[in-house]
């Protein structure tokens, strides 16, 4: 783990593609509550705007600046060797932070913790929902529009994702995703690896935590501790990048399931 003093945290206040009301005050409050619990000031980036519901075409283009943003802030962290914690609203962070990550660790492992794939291409995607894509954006199996490194998609690990669309299915058994059914396996399997951990919160059972999207049989928050802990202790943490908290109130009950990602 990367030293307390080299801690960046950053909250993503602009909006990318979120589709709730407390999107931008839910993630400042979870900034707030890791980066106070590490005695460290976190970054705020950018303005809310309301919320709204559109096809990924607009969502990509109102929303380029922030997400060039937010890799940036990854990027910048990186080279100045710190440890990002990066938290947003939405995972279409995710299309321009894990480039940034394998930019500076070519053979980091991305771990997924998300209820979703988020593996839909333009061609598959039944919503047209730029949330449910970023992560076939960040490997390259559809432009963006951002000409930046691609993630080779047998470099993630997924665990906790349970909501697939079929044509989403068959992009990730062919692109040689790995997918882990039983998360006591995850930290045998990531050990000694340097790994970038993407972090949505909707795979904590929606019973647990309100979801945009939600999955039923998540995880605890008990249980998602113990596996951050676990991952925590085998392998080499380099970053994480947080996103789906709706519910601001819910900040310190999340920021403490998440705790073994904030070194």
Same mark, same amino acid.
């Given at each position: 783990?990367?030293?307390?003093?080299?801690?960046?945290?950053?909250?993503?206040?602009?909006?990318?593609?979120?589709?709730?009301?407390?999107?931008?005050?839910?993630?400042?409050?979870?900034?707030?509550?890791?980066?106070?619990?590490?005695?460290?000031?976190?970054r705020?980036?950018?303005?809310?705007?309301?919320?709204?519901?559109?096809?990924?075409?607009?969502?990509?283009?109102?929303?380029?600046?922030?997400?060039?943003?937010?890799?940036?802030q990854?990027?910048?962290?990186?080279?100045?060797?710190?440890?990002?914690?990066?938290v947003?609203? +939405?995972?279409?962070?995710?299309?321009?932070?894990?480039?940034?990550?394998?930019?500076?660790?070519?053979?980091?492992?991305?771990?997924?913790?998300?209820?979703?794939?988020?593996?839909?291409?333009?061609?598959?995607?039944?919503?047209?929902?730029?949330?449910?894509?970023?992560?076939?954006?960040?490997?390259?199996?559809?432009?963006?529009?951002?000409?930046?490194?691609?993630?080779?998609?047998?470099?993630?690990?997924?665990?906790?994702?349970? +909501?697939?669309?079929?044509?989403?299915?068959?992009?990730?058994?062919?692109?040689?995703?790995?997918?882990?059914?039983?998360?006591?396996?995850?930290?045998?399997?990531?050990?000694?690896?340097?790994?970038?951990?993407h972090?949505?919160?909707?795979?904590?059972?929606?019973?647990?935590?309100p979801?945009?999207?939600?999955?039923?049989?998540?995880?605890?928050?008990?249980?998602?501790?113990?596996?951050?802990?676990?991952?925590?202790?085998?392998? +080499?943490?380099?970053?994480?990048?947080?996103?789906?908290?709706?519910?601001?109130?819910?900040?310190?009950?999340?920021?403490?399931?998440?705790?073994?990602?904030?070194?």
């Amino acid at each position: 783990m990367t030293l307390t003093a080299r801690l960046q945290v950053v909250a993503m206040l602009c909006r990318t593609g979120e589709r709730h009301p407390d999107a931008a005050r839910s993630t400042e409050a979870l900034a707030r509550e890791l980066a106070g619990r590490r005695a460290v000031e976190p970054r705020l980036i950018g303005s809310p705007s309301p919320m709204r519901e559109q096809a990924f075409q607009d969502d990509l283009r109102q929303s380029r600046g922030c997400l060039l943003e937010a890799g940036g802030q990854v990027d910048d962290a990186l080279a100045a060797g710190a440890y990002p914690v990066l938290v947003a609203a +939405d995972c279409c962070v995710s299309l321009t932070t894990l480039p940034a990550v394998v930019r500076h660790r070519p053979q980091a492992t991305i771990l997924w913790l998300d209820a979703h794939a988020d593996f839909n291409t333009p061609d598959t995607t039944l919503s047209r929902y730029l949330g449910g894509m970023c992560l076939a954006g960040a490997c390259g199996l559809w432009d963006a529009g951002f000409d930046l490194p691609t993630v080779e998609p047998s470099a993630v690990v997924m665990c906790g994702v349970r +909501d697939f669309d079929g044509g989403e299915l068959v992009l990730l058994e062919t692109h040689g995703v790995m997918r882990m059914t039983r998360p006591g396996l995850l930290a045998d399997a990531l050990a000694g690896r340097d790994v970038f951990v993407h972090l949505d919160l909707d795979v904590l059972d929606p019973s647990v935590l309100p979801a945009a999207f939600p999955a039923s049989g998540g995880l605890s928050d008990a249980g998602m501790r113990t596996l951050l802990a676990e991952v925590a202790e085998t392998c +080499d943490l380099i970053g994480c990048e947080i996103t789906g908290l709706g519910a601001p109130e819910l900040a310190e009950l999340v920021a403490s399931a998440v705790d073994p990602l904030i070194p």
